[in-house]
Nanobody, 118 residues
Framework: VHFVESGGGLVQPGGSLTLSCTVS????????MGWYRQAPGQERELVAT???????SYKDSVKGRFRISRDNANNSVYLQMDSLQSEDTAVYYC?????????????WGQGTQVTVSS
């Protein structure tokens, strides 16, 4: 399974970024897709997920500021991040629950850095 993530970078507080992730490989389908993040010295945490049937869930601190979307035809997931705060600074990892028909597997991309700073 191959992940291509993009969209990270440096942004000022209050700014916006959009993360993108496309997954490719030899599998049947992708069930849940989403984004996790890990700040220095902290554990990886869930930011947002979206099922194949478009059910969304968010970490409480990003509700109303972040929006997740996906394109099932292209195995892609996006994270629109608005009103960014310094606390959002972290490496963001794309997540995909891969369906191989004989079983499922949780996979993550290599990560993209998001830095919120003035």
């Amino acid at each position: 399974v191959h992940f291509v993530e993009s969209g990270g970078g440096l942004v000022q507080p209050g700014g916006s970024l959009t993360l993108s992730c496309t997954v490719s490989g030899n599998f049947f389908s992708i069930l849940t897709m989403g984004w996790y993040r890990q700040a220095p010295g902290q554990e990886r945490e869930l930011v947002a997920t979206m099922t194949r049937s478009n059910r969304r869930s968010y970490k409480d601190s990003v509700k109303g500021r972040f929006r997740i979307s996906r394109d099932n035809a292209n195995n892609s997931v996006y994270l629109q991040m608005d009103s960014l705060q310094s606390e959002d600074t972290a490496v963001y990892y794309c997540y995909a629950q891969i369906d191989y028909e004989v079983g499922y597997d949780d996979s993550w991309g290599q990560g993209t850095q998001v830095t919120v700073s003035s």
